[in-house]
């Protein structure tokens, strides 16, 4: 029976998945507006809204990004990376050696730190042997994922899963998922996807140009701005006098005069003051620029280049950076940050105009002109990830660097053997890491992704509403129409299909959201077991590898790669089909056989 409250859920779902297709309000947003419509009318109580923020595995998701950030903070992952990839040879060499430490580093870790911690010794590694970073990028995004799946708590994806199981509670009797429930298809894969990289990946994987350092043969992958100063020896001079044609590893795009652009320049053009001259260049050329002689000035960098302590670093902006649809010029990085953009790049589309008015995107690449205070500042933010390497870390006395890991591994330990709960484990571990000044206290909130947990108290909220207007009991009835003639192993293939095509093209939380509830439904309605039902939903919308903005740390590596759509479906897509046929025979002969 169509009821009013089911067209309003229905009206919602369909808001939601526009809005994080278009990219029209952000994720955060779009959940806010569609569960505020749902309260609204009356569909979701004050309480169900908010009932969320008692939910334990919120908590463990935050608890787990502090303890990740304090194990990034130490430095001790870095040191271990030191002595493993320092050897490393041959391509298959740091790849397969790549690929086994990263997924079993992710199976116990928050995968995005650990992508932003290797990155830097990918393109080192690509620098010294001559080898493209986009052969190693993808497989490095690739290796988080498939780590992440193995347990519980190695991807947010599958705690906000297991909320759910706890919260929803529509199948009495159903208990919390276990820490390595994930193990039985997750391990499989880890070394089914290192076979696949290490023999496929070769061939398949794009041989892009090394973003970092060769811009001779593709030179107008960065832009840079520099301004003609007062009394600079340009003045007068056509570009051809200047000099301006024969720049090293410098190409000299447009000329911006007050209010209008001179694109294709000309050699014969006159060159002006307060003429703002955009080049296409390699990182080293536009270093050299800010020192030269040339008259030339880099208007972003105003004061900073007179500071003692100064570093030019590459960042890459996040997926959920609070940056995104803003002017360089209204994120103000000098005051934020304590740097300056004076390049930019965006993995091949063609950008014009002055640094300061353009609008950032996810995945953008930017140099920073930083001052002193710079890693101070960016230590805990959200809003991009390194690719150079730019910091050197306090060395932390051996019984801290133990007191660390081995309060880690006891922590997951003792809550795999249900002894305590993993909440109250990190709890503790938090407190002795702070006694001991590992931790400093009044830093840690800032490595809380605030809007990951409200996008996710949202979600649980949304597939209440669900059940409880029967939108999921209506669409479950449709797919067991579906797919049941194919049998209970169809049942979990057209379950899977379907969060995997909304994960890779909208966010892996929406899919989980929309789907979680659909599924546990149609394991209800049959009188089935619910944890297969339970566990493809969390693997199909986890395990993302077909498009860049499937997994954050997909859109990581996305413009550092170089790397367009079709790249990540070329690699991606065989992989996928890998992980869902292992996924259903995995759950099915465990379940239903």
């Known amino acids: 029976m169509i009821t009013f409250d089911l067209v309003v859920v229905f009206i919602v779902i369909i808001f939601i998945l526009i809005s994080l297709y278009k990219e029209i309000l952000g994720a955060t947003f779009t959940f806010v507006i569609a569960v505020v419509t749902l309260g609204f009318f009356g569909i979701l109580t004050p309480r169900e809204i908010l009932n969320g923020f008692a939910n334990e595995q919120i908590a463990v998701i935050l608890l787990l990004l502090l303890l990740g950030d304090i194990i990034r903070q130490t430095a001790v992952v870095e040191l271990l990376f030191d002595r493993i990839f320092r050897s490393a040879k041959s391509y298959r060499g740091f790849l397969s050696r790549m690929t086994l430490i990263i997924s079993a580093f992710s199976a116990f870790l928050n995968n995005t730190p650990l992508v932003a911690v290797m990155m830097p010794y990918v393109n080192s590694w690509c620098k010294r042997n001559d080898i493209s970073p986009s052969k190693f990028l993808m497989p490095l995004s690739y290796a988080a994922i498939l780590g992440g799946c193995a347990t519980l708590i190695g991807t947010s994806t599958n705690l906000i899963v297991n909320g759910m199981v706890v919260d929803q509670q529509i199948i009495p009797g159903l208990e919390s998922l276990n820490i390595f429930d994930f193990v039985y298809v997750g391990l499989p894969m880890i070394f089914i996807g290192f076979i696949y990289l290490l023999f496929f990946g070769e061939k398949l994987l794009p041989a892009k140009t090394d973003l970092l350092n060769n811009y001779i043969k593709n030179n107008r992958e960065y832009l840079v701005e520099a301004e003609i100063r007062k009394n600079s020896q340009l003045i007068g001079k056509n570009i051809e006098e200047a000099g301006l044609r024969k720049l090293k590893g410098l190409f000299l795009v447009e000329i911006i005069r007050k209010s209008?652009?001179?694109?294709?320049?000309?050699?014969?053009?006159?060159?002006?003051?307060?003429?703002?001259?955009?080049?296409?260049?390699?990182?080293?050329?536009?270093?050299?620029?800010?020192?030269?002689?040339?008259?030339?000035?880099?208007?972003?960098?105003?004061?900073?280049?007179?500071?003692?302590?100064?570093?030019?670093?590459?960042?890459?902006?996040?997926?959920?950076?609070?940056?995104?649809?803003?002017?360089?010029?209204?994120?103000?990085?000098?005051?934020?940050?304590?740097?300056?953009?004076?390049?930019?790049?965006?993995?091949?589309?063609?950008?014009?105009?002055?640094?300061?008015?353009?609008?950032?995107?996810?995945?953008?690449?930017?140099?920073?002109?930083?001052?002193?205070?710079?890693?101070?500042?960016?230590?805990?933010?959200?809003?991009?990830?390194?690719?150079?390497?730019?910091?050197?870390f306090q060395k932390l006395e051996a019984y801290k660097i133990w007191t660390l890991l081995g309060g880690t591994i006891a922590t997951i330990l003792l809550a795999a053997l249900n002894i305590i709960s993993l909440f109250m484990g990190l709890i503790v571990l938090i407190?002795?890491?702070?006694?001991?000044?590992?931790?400093?206290?009044?830093?840690?909130?800032?490595?809380?992704?605030?809007?990951?947990?409200?996008?996710?108290?949202?979600?649980?909220?949304?597939?209440?509403?669900?059940?409880?207007?029967?939108?999921?009991?209506?669409?479950?009835?449709?797919?067991?129409?579906?797919?049941?003639?194919?049998?209970?192993?169809?049942?979990?293939?057209?379950?899977?299909?379907?969060?995997?095509?909304?994960?890779?093209?909208?966010?892996?939380?929406?899919?989980?959201?929309?789907?979680?509830?659909?599924?546990?439904?149609?394991?209800?309605?049959?009188?089935?077991?619910?944890?297969?039902?339970?566990?493809?939903?969390?693997?199909?919308?986890?395990?993302?590898?077909?498009?860049?903005?499937?997994?954050?740390?997909?859109?990581?590596?996305?413009?550092?790669?170089?790397?367009?759509?079709?790249?990540?479906?070329?690699?991606?897509?065989?992989?996928?089909?890998l992980y869902m046929i292992v996924t259903i025979t995995v759950l099915s002969l465990m379940y239903f056989m």
């Open 260 to 392: 209008f652009k001179i694109s294709a320049v000309k050699p014969n053009v006159i060159l002006q003051q307060d003429d703002v001259l955009i080049f296409a260049g390699d990182t080293e050329n536009i270093a050299d620029m800010i020192d030269s002689d040339m008259g030339l000035r880099l208007p972003s960098v105003g004061m900073l280049h007179k500071k003692k302590q100064t570093e030019i670093v590459e960042i890459v902006v996040s997926h959920n950076s609070a940056m995104i649809n803003k002017s360089i010029k209204e994120v103000r990085f000098r005051a934020k940050f304590d740097a300056a953009v004076i390049a930019i790049h965006r993995n091949g589309e063609v950008i014009s105009g002055k640094i300061g008015e353009m609008v950032l995107k996810p995945g953008d690449v930017l140099l920073l002109f930083t001052g002193a205070d710079f890693v101070s500042r960016s230590n805990h933010t959200q809003d991009f990830y390194f690719i150079s390497k730019i910091k050197d």
């Open 431 to 577: 407190m002795v890491l702070i006694a001991m000044k590992i931790a400093n206290p009044k830093e840690l909130h800032k490595a809380v992704d605030y809007k990951l947990a409200l996008i996710i108290v949202m979600a649980l909220a949304l597939g209440t509403a669900m059940i409880k207007s029967n939108a999921a009991d209506l669409i479950a009835d449709v797919l067991i129409t579906v797919f049941l003639p194919l049998g209970k192993v169809g049942l979990l293939f057209g379950i899977y299909l379907i969060t995997s095509f909304l994960a890779a093209y909208i966010t892996n939380v929406a899919s989980v959201a929309i789907i979680f509830p659909i599924s546990l439904t149609m394991a209800s309605n049959l009188n089935l077991p619910p944890t297969p039902f339970i566990l493809v939903v969390s693997f199909a919308a986890a395990a993302n590898f077909m498009t860049p903005i499937g997994y954050q740390t997909n859109l990581m590596v996305y413009g550092p790669g170089g790397y367009s759509f079709k790249d990540f479906f070329k690699v991606g897509f065989p992989l996928t089909i």
